[in-house]
T-cell receptor
């Protein structure tokens, strides 16, 4: 158990639908990062939150949004889902300076859009 | 534009021999590099890191070499063991830029054959 909890582990939904992925960071970590891993792709950075505020944005589609709550858990909302959104979505958390400590990843949510 | 490149999608090595995984980067401002290992159905886990002030960092069977002039790093695993079979991701960051997201390569799948 890495200390980062992601739910659900698997999700199957239809095109056009909306889903919410949840992440609880490791105790004490203030930063939460969301990454997408599609087939044959590396880990693509989506968005980062630090202590409730958006800190950095990557290649996140406008149909996707995220937030970090006061208890530091984070949710990634994916709407108007398309087949190409099928991927593994990872959440990671880190202490204050990511580079010094690296990330701790959750085990991911596998999203299948049919 | 892929800033971190792992040009070998896969690698097979005999047990007991050396595994060498390569990574190239394009942004000369990167000054901190990490390797992550990922088993199926799990999130990536931190393996080893190196800052740009060093050219080598060793941790047990794992050694990372950094060649800044060539913008190249490599991970050596000696001796390779069947349990090392996993996907290895190279990542890069900016050490003194606060909470900046790690940039990952696409990964190399290592198979260690008994």
């Amino acid at each position: 158990d890495s200390g980062v909890t992601q739910t659900p582990k698997h999700l199957i939904t239809a095109t056009g639908q909306r889903v919410t992925l949840r992440c609880s960071p490791r105790s004490g970590d203030l930063s939460v990062y969301w990454y997408q891993q599609s087939l044959d792709q590396g880990l693509q950075f989506l968005i980062q939150y630090y202590n409730g505020e958006e800190r950095a944005k990557g290649n996140i589609l406008e149909r996707f949004s995220a937030q970090q709550f006061p208890d530091l858990h984070s949710e990634l909302n994916l709407s108007s889902l398309e087949l190409g959104d099928s991927a593994l979505y990872f959440c990671a958390s880190s202490a204050r300076t990511a580079a010094n400590y690296g990330y701790t990843f959750g085990s991911g949510t596998r999203l299948t859009v049919v | 534009d892929q800033q971190v490149k792992q040009n070998s999608p896969s690698l097979s090595v005999q047990e007991g021999r050396i595994s060498i995984l390569n990574c190239d980067y394009t942004n000369s401002m990167f000054d901190y590099f990490l390797w992550y290992k990922k088993y199926p159905a799990e999130g990536p886990t931190f393996l080893i890191s190196i800052s740009s002030i060093k050219d080598k960092n060793e941790d047990g069977r794992f050694t990372v070499f950094l060649n800044k002039s060539a913008k190249h790093l490599s991970l050596h695993i000696v001796p390779s063991q069947p349990g090392d079979s996993a996907v290895y991701f190279c990542a890069a960051s900016f050490l003194n830029s606060g909470n900046t997201p790690l940039v990952f390569g696409k990964g190399t799948r290592l198979s260690v054959i008994a």
